[in-house]
């Protein structure tokens, strides 16, 4: 089946600053990349989703890439905000498999004023 | 317009007992999904129902959890004889078919 990792578990960064958080995949099937945020408390919220027949997808100060030939994707966030600390979620899923989501194990992204 | 809903959003029983978690769906949402989350780890596919279809129930544990869904729309997902491993964050997902899963704030589950 399907695994994915992601890299890194914990990340904090200045206000104004760049985070990147990335994530691999196993499964070349896999064509659906979605990024999730989830606050204590609550449920994930998807942020930004990207299919494999795009490289790359942008939504303001949030982008994510994908290298299919690698199996790699990211996240970037720009000009990061306190209001962006949470922990992040990447997953993978294949429409052949019912779009069940295989995740990562999250990053918990700390923005300090 | 109403979000995914789920109930109760904290239960704590005594191991042995059963649970019955509900989820209610996006309107019109014909896939839901069930996952949960264990403290400090990612998600784990459960279960997934589409429409009239037969449901995937390939990540369920054990035989002690089952999921049904009538007409369509809600939910329920049911734990036997529940154990302490099985505390956990259980979340429930919607969408249309080949759409974006949307969640709700789960079930935070403790077994004593």
């Known amino acids: 089946g399907e695994n994915v990792e992601q890299h890194p578990s914990t990340l904090s960064v200045q206000e104004g600053d760049s985070a990147v958080i990335k994530c691999t995949y196993s499964?070349?099937?896999?064509?659906?990349f979605p990024w999730y945020k989830q606050e204590l408390g609550k449920g994930p919220q998807l942020i930004i989703d990207i299919r494999s027949n795009v490289g790359e997808k942008k939504d303001q100060r949030i982008a994510v890439t994908l290298n299919k030939t690698a199996k790699h994707f990211s996240l970037h966030i720009t000009e990061t905000q306190p209001e962006d600390s949470a922990v992040y979620f990447c997953?993978?899923?294949?429409?052949?498999?019912?779009?069940?989501?295989?995740f990562g194990t999250g990053t918990q992204l700390k923005v300090e004023l | 317009g109403a979000g995914v809903s789920q109930s109760p959003s904290n239960k704590v029983t005594e191991k042995g007992k059963d649970v019955e978690l509900r989820c209610d769906p996006i309107?019109?949402?014909?896939?839901l999904y069930w996952y949960r989350q264990s403290l400090g780890q990612g998600l784990e596919f459960l279960i997934y129902f589409q429409g009239n279809s037969a449901p995937d129930k390939s990540g369920l544990p054990s035989d002690r959890f089952s999921a049904e869904r009538t007409g369509g729309s809600v939910s329920t997902l049911t734990i036997q004889r529940t154990q302490q491993e099985d505390s956990a964050v259980y979340l429930c997902a919607s969408s249309h078919p080949g759409q974006p899963q949307h969640f709700g704030d789960g079930t935070r589950l403790s077994i004593l």
């Open positions: 997953a993978a899923s294949h429409t052949g498999g019912g779009n069940k989501l295989t």
């Open positions: 499964d070349s099937a896999s064509n659906y």
């Open positions: 309107s019109g949402h014909t896939a």
